[in-house]
């Protein structure tokens, strides 16, 4: 039977004021619970997974230390995706251009054996890291996190009306993206 948001929501709190009063076993349950899906946002965001886990690693570290800063009228997800987000984001500012022997592009998806990856795949990973970083974040949270438009502007921390123009832009971009990675 698959929880509903709001018994989430509790578990996630219960946990963090759980971790807060000294049970560091709460930690692991948090760690548990996200890692995997924020380590799919920095990969989409990253197109590299080394970068990937150490953005998911940073942001766990950060996450625990401010932890008491957590406000749990708020959505315990929200909170940590946005780090996930931000923290992506700068590393991809620290990046510098580097030139590989190898076809970074082509980054598996998590779980993945590269053999079994698809052209398909392939091309849309690159278009989509041909995308701004901002226009990225929105596309990722919506179609590889399923957030809805609302769960996007509380992550990203900006109107709900910004997130659909985004998201239509970000849209058309990766259309001529992937039409030019066919043709």
Same mark, same amino acid.
């Given at each position: ?83 996930? %987000?931000?923290?992506? @984001?700068? +590393? =991809? $500012?620290?990046?510098?251009?580097? /030139? ?5 592009? &082509? ?16 091309? %849309?990973?690159?278009? @989509?890291? +041909? =995308? $701004?970083?901002?226009?990225?974040? /929105? ?5 590889? &996190? ?16 910004? %997130?659909?123009?985004? @998201? ?16």
């Amino acid at each position: 039977m698959e929880e509903t948001p709001a018994a989430v929501d509790e578990q996630d709190r219960a946990l963090v004021g759980r971790y807060l009063n000294g049970h560091s076993d709460a930690a692991s349950a948090l760690v548990d619970r996200y890692q995997q899906r924020l380590f799919n946002v920095a990969l989409r965001m990253l197109g590299n997974m080394q970068d990937a886990e150490d953005v998911t690693q940073t942001v766990f570290q950060n996450a625990f230390l401010k932890l008491d800063t957590y406000d749990p009228k708020y959505r315990f997800f929200s909170w940590i995706y946005r780090m996930t %987000v931000n923290e992506s @984001l700068n +590393a =991809l $500012k620290r990046r510098k251009p580097v /030139v590989t022997l190898e076809d970074e592009l &082509a980054i598996p998806a998590p779980g993945v054996d590269a053999d079994k990856r698809t052209e398909a795949e392939i091309r %849309v990973g690159m278009a @989509l890291r +041909a =995308l $701004k970083p901002d226009d990225r974040a /929105v596309v990722v949270l919506r179609h590889f &996190a399923s957030f809805s438009y609302q769960e996007i502007a509380q992550v990203l921390e900006i109107p709900v009306q910004t %997130v659909k123009s985004r @998201l239509f832009t970000a849209r058309e971009r990766l259309r001529l993206n992937l039409r030019e990675h066919v043709e």
